[in-house]
T-cell receptor, first 118, second 112 residues
Framework: AQTVTQSQPEMSVQEAETVTLSCTYDTSENNYYLFWYKQPPSRQMILVIRQEAYKQQNATENRFSVNFQKAAKSFSLKISDSQLGDTAMYFCAFMNTLTTSGTYKYIFGTGTRLKVLA | KAGVTQTPRYLIKTRGQQVTLSCSPISGHRSVSWYQQTPGQGLQFLFEYFSETQRNKGNFPGRFSGRQFSNSRSEMNVSTLELGDSALYLC???????????FGPGTRLTVL
């Protein structure tokens, strides 16, 4: 069964610094998608970045980038030049591709609460 | 475009009661997924509907059920509520399986 593990329940970083959030996953599949979602306090969850497993190049979205290590099943999120607005709960998620039975799984980690300090 | 909306935003029920939560997806989105979010467990996938059919189901008891209407709006029902059902229930819609999921604000259910 697929699992997603976020081993850092809470983290803090100084404004303008860089922080890396860890995520590991377990799967026997070769094709899948990985996501990082952000859930600010009392606000809706939004997608930060996505990575297709078949792509070797790490995804980047402005100050957000990932370090995707397929062999190690690791998918960390790096936030550069941290801003106060980055304070949120961050969830790592795994989605496999459609199976022959027509089903797929969307699995989230337990989240990392990030606080950016002024 | 209007985002995903969920009603009600807050609910307080007592054990044994049942509850129905509603989700209106973004216009044009046919896939609607439901999640249960609790502090200790994170997000747990409940089920996903596409074109009025339940396409995927998580590991939740039969007390949790759902449906989707022809306009893609979805409802989730929980019967015989238990204290452990207290959680934030999130709905997410997407164009299709490989597309980004857009989340609603959630319905916070408290079971007393």
């Amino acid at each position: 069964a697929q699992t997603v593990t976020q081993s850092q329940p809470e983290m803090s970083v100084q404004e303008a610094e860089t922080v890396t959030l860890s995520c590991t996953y377990d799967t026997s599949e070769n094709n899948y998608y990985l996501f990082w979602y952000k859930q600010p306090p009392s606000r809706q969850m939004i997608l930060v970045i996505r990575q297709e497993a078949y792509k070797q190049q790490n995804a980047t979205e402005n100050r957000f980038s990932v370090n995707f290590q397929k062999a190690a099943k690791s998918f960390s999120l790096k936030i550069s030049d941290s801003q106060l607005g980055d304070t949120a709960m961050y969830f790592c998620a795994f989605m496999n591709t459609l199976t022959t039975s027509g089903t797929y799984k969307y699995i989230f980690g337990t989240g990392t609460r990030l606080k950016v300090l002024a | 475009k209007a985002g995903v909306t969920q009603t009600p935003r807050y609910l307080i029920k007592t054990r044994g009661q049942q509850v129905t939560l509603s989700c209106s997806p973004i216009s044009g989105h046919r896939s609607v997924s439901w999640y249960q979010q609790t502090p200790g467990q994170g997000l747990q996938f409940l089920f996903e509907y596409f074109s009025e059919t339940q396409r995927n189901k998580g590991n939740f008891p039969g007390r949790f059920s759902g449906r989707q209407f022809s306009n893609s709006r979805s409802e989730m029902n929980v019967s015989t509520l238990e204290l452990g059902d207290s959680a934030l229930y999130l709905c997410a819609s997407s164009l299709g399986q490989y597309n980004e999921q857009f989340f609603g604000p959630g319905t916070r259910l408290t079971v007393l």
